[in-house]
């Protein structure tokens, strides 16, 4: 593809970058026994936990005559079709087609597999690019992979393209205005400028004039198996034990207007009496706080034409979102680079 496909492009950044593990559901939605039907970068899939307790996700489409496996039933470990009772596993194999003896479907890989794994609360799902065609390790950040932090888990779908998500996550200097009401996003000074610090799996972008007041930096990783945000919120002692929180942010496009978020709230909280303390205090009084912050975001998000990006005055405060859409449009660039030196070598 010829780098100037300006067009490709953008919709390869707006339908989402593959080769990363992404967030599609909560650990909670997928009950044993029941097919839930999710939609992630464009594609319809369905998640099933069979009777082994273990997540399997296929594209939601019998390979037959076109049903939704969502609207099937899970059979053991397998997912049957509704229509005609075609069952597969979770490598997409047809392995009964009860209705017809001796079918040459029985055997075939049939419909495409996703490799699936289940931490902290979520159901990651891994999208190959040609570059990365095997899942990597899936390694979190410490906030969700340290037994001692404990989190909670919010997910919600926001009608915009998932990329403001990000673009408002790698703007601190919103914080102070959008948020100006809520229970600590007040506070501090309304001027300033920002700077990056770059990382070698991301960056961090954080106001000069203030630190631990607010939210005041954040940090994005773009660099590994999963990509996902970093803020943190400076607590007063009224929000208990633990000190600061963080909030670890993962945003997954489900198509180009629309995207799931997936935000944990986490503390570093060893002790577990303090930790039990924390966790009810977050769900009698802070988790309403937090909706309220996640609420004013998604409404100021959605209602932002999709178009926005093509008509913006940029300024010092958005060095967060220009470096961010600088790494990103390099990587779908050499995403459609390898792909199409990939199919060019299969067409000789
Ligand atoms: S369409 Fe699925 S079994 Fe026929
Ligand atoms: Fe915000």
Known sequence: MPAHDASAVEQRLDSGLLGYWYVVAKSVDVK????LSVKALGIDLVLWRGDDGTVR???DYCPHRGARLSFGRV???????RYHGVTLNGAGVVVSVPGMAQCALEGRSAVRSFPVQEHVDGVFVYFASVKNPNPPELVLPKELSD??????????????NYRYVLDNLVDPMHGIFLHADTFTLGRG????TVEIVEKESGFIVKRVAQQDVNFDWSEIVVEGP??????????????????AMFVIPIVTPINETSCRIFFWRTRHVADPIAREAWRFLFRASLEKRHWYVLEQDREMLERMPTTARHRE???????GVSRLRRIMYRKAVEQLET?????ARVAV
């Open 189 to 192: 000074v309304k001027q300033d």
């Open 339 to 343: 792909e199409a030196a990939s199919s």
């Open 57 to 59: 996700c296929l594209e």
């Open 147 to 160: 037994s001692e932090y404990t989190s909670f888990l919010c997910t919600a779908p926001w009608d915009c």
């Open 75 to 81: 059979s053991g470990p397998d997912i049957s079709c």
């Open 313 to 319: 005055s940029l300024y010092q405060h958005d060095l």
């Open 32 to 35: 044993l026994g029941v097919p």
């Open 226 to 243: 999963v990509m996902f945000g970093r803020v943190i919120i400076p607590y007063p002692p009224a929000a208990g034990p633990g000190g």
